[in-house]
């Protein structure tokens, strides 16, 4: 009885937290494209760059394709998902690529903090004055 009770209170509060309404979905669709608008934004940033030391552009390239490769893997595993499992797996990949593309965005805004009057680098969103959120960071209107 006690047992069934835990149970109870364990399955209700798994179902009222906020945060679980997003644990509960295996939708894989959502975070697809969350993480593409991710990798857009860093290729968008990534214009115009050139002048950048290239060992760092390299770097930045590295966390985008990463973010790429998952993206792509996310989206094969989610277009025909054979169970739950399969739905899961690209549910998971596509959280990688936005974090991966998360983490490009965020090195290749360390690296422009750090370079102050390289030319070049004003079209960089997210460059002007007291703008530190990422968030923030593009300046392009949205596609
Ligand atoms: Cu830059």
């Known amino acids: 009885m006690r047992r069934i009770m835990l149970m109870t209170i364990c399955v209700f509060s798994l179902a009222s937290g906020p945060a679980i309404v997003l644990a509960q979905s295996l939708d894989c669709q959502r975070p697809i494209q ?5 990798v857009d934004k860093v ?7 050139e002048s950048m030391p290239k060992d760092q552009l ?6 985008l394709d990463d ?3 998952t993206l792509d893997a996310a989206r094969e595993g989610c277009e025909k998902p054979q169970d739950d499992y399969a739905r899961a ?3 998971g990949d596509a959280e990688a690529a936005h974090g991966y593309a998360t983490a490009a965005d965020r090195l290749h805004f360390t ?6 009057g ?3 680098m004003k079209n960089m969103s997210g460059m002007q004055e007291g703008k530190s959120d990422m968030s923030g960071m593009s300046t392009n209107p949205k596609k």
């Open 34 to 38: 969350r993480a593409q608008k991710s």
């Open 43 to 49: 290729t968008d940033d990534l214009k115009g760059m």
């Open 58 to 63: 390299d770097h930045v390239r590295a966390l």
């Open 67 to 69: 973010a790429k490769k």
């Open 89 to 91: 797996r690209a549910l």
């Open 111 to 116: 690296y422009m903090k750090s370079a102050k």
């Open 118 to 120: 390289m030319s070049g």
